[in-house]
């Protein structure tokens, strides 16, 4: 069953880079008491991830801070060593929180995982952004295919959002 609008995120647990390596983080610990900008890609370094979805969550920062997010999150089913290169190449690093899904585990307890099998990729997340208050999903756009990134981008979270939340 697909997430929606009004659900609690599961408890689930993703990988981040701490100062000592690779350290576990809990759904709990990621958005409790917060407002959380949380994105998906299918793949850190492919085309459209690399080019345009996480370039404009970094280009909307501010916009997202002026409407009341505390924070900006992506997840990705890479291994969190892929996604703390990829936050170092793309300037991410301290702005947006990577979040290592490397097994898909939270993006088949969400409904937002696809089988991308046939080109090379396996399982993987659906591209998706979702406005996540106090760990409970009040906004969540999912593309219809991988290519595309038109209802899940900043600028379309941002207009969602409103003036301030």
């Known amino acids: 069953m697909t997430i929606k609008v ?29 407002k959380v900008a949380l994105f998906a ?13 996480l370039p404009g969550f970094l280009n909307h920062m501010d916009d997202l ?4 997010v505390n924070s900006v999150a992506c997840t990705a089913v890479n291994d969190i060593f892929v996604l703390d290169q990829w936050a170092k190449d793309t300037g991410a690093m301290d702005k947006i929180q990577m979040l290592a899904d490397g ?10 995982d696809v089988d991308l099998s046939k080109g090379g990729l396996g399982v993987r997340s ?3 952004a979702m406005l996540v208050d106090d760990g409970v999903v009040k906004t969540l756009n999912v593309e219809d295919a991988p ?5 899940s981008s900043a600028e379309k ?4 959002i409103g003036d301030k939340i």
């Open 147 to 151: 290519s595309n990134h038109d209802q």
């Open 103 to 112: 097994s898909a585990d939270f993006a088949k307890a969400i409904g937002l």
């Open 6 to 34: 009004g659900d609690k995120l599961p408890d689930a647990t993703f990988t981040v880079m701490g100062p000592d390596g690779p350290k576990p983080i809990t759904t709990s610990e990621v958005f409790s008491g917060k």
């Open 65 to 68: 801070a002026a409407k009341g």
């Open 157 to 160: 979270l941002c207009s969602m």
């Open 41 to 53: 890609v299918p793949g850190a370094y492919t085309p459209t991830c690399h080019k345009k979805h």
């Open 126 to 128: 659906k591209r998706y």
